[in-house]
């Protein structure tokens, strides 16, 4: 069973969409982080949230931690052929080990 | 400075042989995991050390073993390879490991067992 379960597992959508991936959990984390990985790639740091109900954009991406830092939502704004990749939520809880997410495969069509 | 580096990228082995993976960490961090990734099953978390100590175990047969060294480098071996094995293992660097400590990914050794 995943700690972290992430929604959707696919998405395909048009360049100049909007989007929505989020990533649920039972479980408190004291930090979450948001991965970017390509293919044969490791996976890249976007973000940290660590303070329940913190949004932080970067660019065209919003990151939010939930209030009771279970759960987070990444929003694109405008998608680009650049953001495809799979999507990657990560817990921290005590003891320092991750919990990752089950992974959004996003794919932007030119 | 430079990232995490993972030796080799690829690799293939025969069922039955055994297997060193290597990873060397972002200078100055002292934590390092390793993670197995397959199209089925995700990311799954190997173990970490922190300062040459086991900290954590995910929960992985005894054929998965890890050690780290003085400069915090670590070596993840699997012995007996099944075809199981098969995928990228990844290893993640981190600073002091504190609870909000972030981690950051070598690009990963692509293992393929036959």
């Known amino acids: 069973t995943q700690l972290l379960e992430q929604s959707p597992q696919f998405l395909s959508i048009q360049e100049g969409e909007n989007l929505t991936v989020y990533c649920n959990s039972s479980?408190?984390?004291?930090?979450l982080q948001w991965y970017r990985q390509e293919p044969g790639e490791g996976p890249v740091l976007l973000v940290t949230?660590?303070?329940?109900?913190e949004v932080k954009k970067l660019k065209r991406l919003t990151f939010q931690f939930g209030d009771a830092r279970k759960d987070s939502s990444l929003h694109i704004t405008a998608a680009q052929p650049g953001d495809t990749g799979l999507y990657l939520c990560?817990?921290?809880?005590?003891?320092?080990?991750?919990?990752f997410g089950t992974g959004t495969s996003l794919t932007v069509i030119p | 400075k430079a990232g995490v580096t993972q030796t080799p990228r690829y690799l293939i082995k025969t069922r039955g042989q055994q297997v060193t993976l290597s990873c060397s960490p972002i200078?100055?961090?002292?934590?390092v995991s390793w993670y197995q990734q397959t199209p089925g099953q995700g990311l799954q978390f190997l173990f970490e050390?922190?300062?040459?100590?086991?900290?954590n175990k995910g929960n992985f047969p005894g054929r998965f073993s890890g050690r780290q060294f003085s400069n915090s480098r670590s070596e993840m071996n699997v012995s007996t390879l099944e075809l199981g094995d098969s995928a990228l293992y990844l290893c993640?660097?981190?600073?002091?490991?504190?609870?909000?400590?972030?981690?950051?990914f070598g690009q990963g050794t692509r293992l393929t067992v036959v």
């Open positions: 993640a660097s981190s600073a002091l490991g504190g609870t909000n400590t972030e981690a950051f």
């Open positions: 479980s408190v984390f004291s930090s």
């Open positions: 949230v660590v303070t329940g109900g």
């Open positions: 990560a817990g921290r809880r005590a003891g320092n080990q991750f919990y």
């Open positions: 200078s100055g961090h002292r934590s």
């Open positions: 050390y922190f300062s040459e100590t086991q900290r």
